[in-house]
């Protein structure tokens, strides 16, 4: 299994980071990308990339934090050879103290970061109650920045942003969001989606699946994700695992 979003340099996992990550291993987990959230925490991430063949990193700044994008001082993260993506960057319109307007030009300088790259985006997308679509917006503005690879991670929207989703040329990864009984939008998204353009990932310490809810979450509990793919789809879960591994694979670059 490929888990497409983890952050496991957060100190959630200061007293047992190796047990976790071996235990990743041990279930199955053959390949990780390890996200960064802001300057301070991608240089974290890459660290820890740099420890284990099997963990990649996505370096970037999270629209929590686009109010200091310091994007001049990434290059050297954005060159590591370990570094395949950037991410996650975007757009968060939930309860975020930080003017649209700046979270739109981090993320424009971002995107162009990536395509100077030639590295796909990781992207966080959120909408509030009742102040714009962030995932309409973020769509918009790939459009307009000529960007057409990447994912769309912990996806939470409906069937036409799915569609427009695809046209853009970009996956759509599910978390542990796949598996709560009130999901249930979601689960239609996802057995509208060829499953060639759908990715597994954690998003882990949040979001546990309904299985192992109100814990920490880990990449272990990745096949909780695919387990309830496979279901969604019908097809067996090693079909899952093996289409998601290849998507995620080919995407991102990793052998
Ligand atoms: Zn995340």
Known sequence: MFDTHVHLHFSNYDSDREEVI???????VDYLIDVG???EDSREALKLAQRYSFIHT?????????????????????RDKKTVAIGEVGLDYFKNPIAKETQERTFRKFIRLAKDNHLPLIIHSRSGRDNGNAYLDALEILEQEEASQ???????????VARRVLNQGFFISFTGNLTFPNAQKTREVASFLPLNKILLETDC??????????????PAYVRYVAEALAEIKNVSFEEVVRITTENAKGLFGVK
């Open 58 to 78: 996505a370096v970037g700044v999270h629209p929590h934090y686009a109010n200091e994008d310091r994007i001049e001082e990434f290059g050297g993260l954005v």
């Open 22 to 28: 071996l235990r990743s291993k041990e279930k199955g």
């Open 205 to 218: 310490p949040f979001l546990a699946p309904q299985q192992k809810r109100g814990r920490r979450n880990e």
């Open 150 to 160: 990447g994912v769309f991670h912990c996806f939470g929207g409906d069937k036409e």
């Open 37 to 39: 959230i802001n300057l």
